[in-house]
């Protein structure tokens, strides 16, 4: 069964360096996503992406973070300069497109820690 | 905007058992809800979702969950708990994206 996957599956950085999370989505999506989910609280939406560029972004998704689909299958999510509070899971989901409200397959994860 | 609420933090059964999941939903028009489980250090995982017809929705794992109206509710249920459903689940509503509960962590005692 196809499955988004995500690179690394942990990453500790110093604050004020640069990250970049990598995703494979699954091959025929065409609607890509990034989530994170801070320890303890509820998993929030980043950004969407399709037809290679930004379709929606949350207010949390500010000049810091960037996305990219820089070839035919990878999607990744850049932190410029990171911060304390950046710390948190990064889950990369991809659907399909359609009519009806498509189903988001998620990764693993990507476990960030800044120090 | 649109929400959902889990109103219990946990909820602890005996394998063989029955089992819900409890899930508010707050949207403007026609709500797109959808469960998701969270298994300890991986990604969340589709169970199921409700976009139109049937109330009653069946998903994976022996997982179904009651779409009702009236009571703008969307139950998770399984009629017969097992030891390996303990995890953290997850109700969400869609637009443009997905907006999640604050999660409930099932404890499937033996």
């Known amino acids: 069964e196809p499955e988004v996957t995500q690179t690394p599956s942990h990453q500790v950085t110093q604050m004020g360096q640069e990250v970049i999370l990598r995703c494979v989505p699954i091959s025929n999506h065409l609607y890509f996503y990034w989530y994170r989910q801070i320890?303890?609280?509820?998993?929030?939406?980043?950004?969407?992406?399709?037809?290679?560029?930004?379709?929606?972004?949350?207010?949390?998704?500010?000049?810091?973070?960037?996305?990219?689909?820089?070839?035919?299958?990878?999607?990744?999510?850049?932190?410029?300069?990171?911060?304390?509070?950046?710390?948190?899971?990064?889950?990369?989901?991809?659907?399909?497109?359609?009519?009806?409200?498509?189903?988001?397959?998620?990764?693993?994860?990507?476990?960030?820690?800044?120090? | 905007a649109q929400s959902v609420a889990q109103p219990e933090d946990q909820v602890n059964v005996a394998e063989g058992n029955p089992l819900t999941v409890k899930c508010t939903y707050s949207v403007s028009g026609n709500p797109y809800l959808f469960w998701y489980v969270q298994y300890p250090n991986r990604g969340l995982q589709f169970l199921l979702k409700y976009i139109t017809g049937d109330n009653l929705v069946k998903g994976s794992y022996g997982f179904e969950a009651e779409f009702n109206k009236s009571q703008t509710s969307f139950h998770l249920k399984k009629p017969s708990a097992l030891v390996s459903d303990s995890a953290l689940y997850f109700c969400a509503v869609k637009d443009y994206k997905l907006s999640f509960g604050a999660g409930t962590t099932v404890t499937v005692r033996a």
């Open chain 1, 39 to 115: 320890l303890g609280q509820k998993v929030e939406f980043l950004v969407s992406f399709y037809n290679n560029e930004i379709s929606e972004k949350s207010e949390i998704f500010d000049d810091q973070f960037s996305v990219e689909r820089p070839d035919g299958s990878n999607f990744t999510l850049k932190i410029r300069s990171t911060k304390l509070e950046d710390s948190a899971m990064y889950f990369c989901a991809s659907s399909e497109y359609g009519q009806a409200p498509q189903t988001q397959y998620f990764g693993p994860g990507t476990r960030l820690l800044v120090l």
